[in-house]
């Protein structure tokens, strides 16, 4: 009923992350129905991206070049090294605009679940980044899952051999946030980075 190269297309939208079945199908459907506005701008990006983005050598954020658009800023403090799961947790605290230091993208998290383990992430990255020296303090700003915070303590006990700092992003209530809707853990982080008001 569906021709193959359909199917094939509707399949691998489906398998996007925030995809299914169903909005696979509708993807693949919008962009056939509109190919010179949609598809044929779509596979020339998809292409582009193919042929040109690459992992940054010295912090693993994603760019054009071998040594991102973040690290070759001067104005980067270079005392500040903050840890972070994946790509798009660099991007978001970048969007905050609160960070001018650097970064190290991991590329996951420890998850026996998952099969990823120590080999998976960057840590040899991390380790030539803190052999160049500059680092004084490390900031560890991985999930408040168990995986993040399992990730938190080996990366925090490799890091015992460097004269750095090492913190982690505070847990707890969000601004905005009602008691009433948080679980037992966020109130229980919370309690225990509770800061003095006077």
């Given at each position: ?24 199908k ?15 701008p ?8 193919l042929?040109?983005?690459q ?14 658009i ?15 799961e ?57 999930s ?5 915070q ?49």
């Amino acid at each position: 009923m569906i021709a193959k190269e359909i199917d094939r297309l509707m399949k691998l939208l489906a398998q996007l992350p925030g995809l299914g079945p169903r909005s696979g199908k509708r993807a693949a459907l919008h962009l056939i129905k509109r190919k010179t506005t949609h598809l044929e701008p779509l596979i020339e990006a998809l292409q582009t991206a193919l042929k040109t983005v690459q992992p940054c050598t010295l912090c693993g954020n994603l760019d054009t070049q071998p040594v991102c658009i973040l690290c070759s800023n001067p104005k980067r403090d270079p005392s500040l090294l903050c840890i972070i799961e994946d790509v798009e947790d660099l991007w978001a605290m970048e969007r905050s605009g609160s960070f001018r230091g650097r970064y190290l993208v991991l590329g996951g998290v420890l998850s026996a679940l998952d099969g990823v383990g120590p080999q998976d992430l960057n840590m040899g990255l991390l380790m030539q980044c803190l052999e160049r020296g500059g680092v004084e303090e490390v900031i560890i700003a991985l999930s408040a899952t168990l995986e993040g915070q399992t990730t938190a303590h080996y990366v925090s006990d490799a890091l015992r051999t460097f004269p750095v700092k090492v913190t982690r992003l505070a847990h707890g209530l969000p601004m905005g946030g009602d008691l009433d809707y948080l679980d037992g853990g966020t109130i229980l982080a919370a309690l225990e980075a509770r800061q003095p008001l006077i």
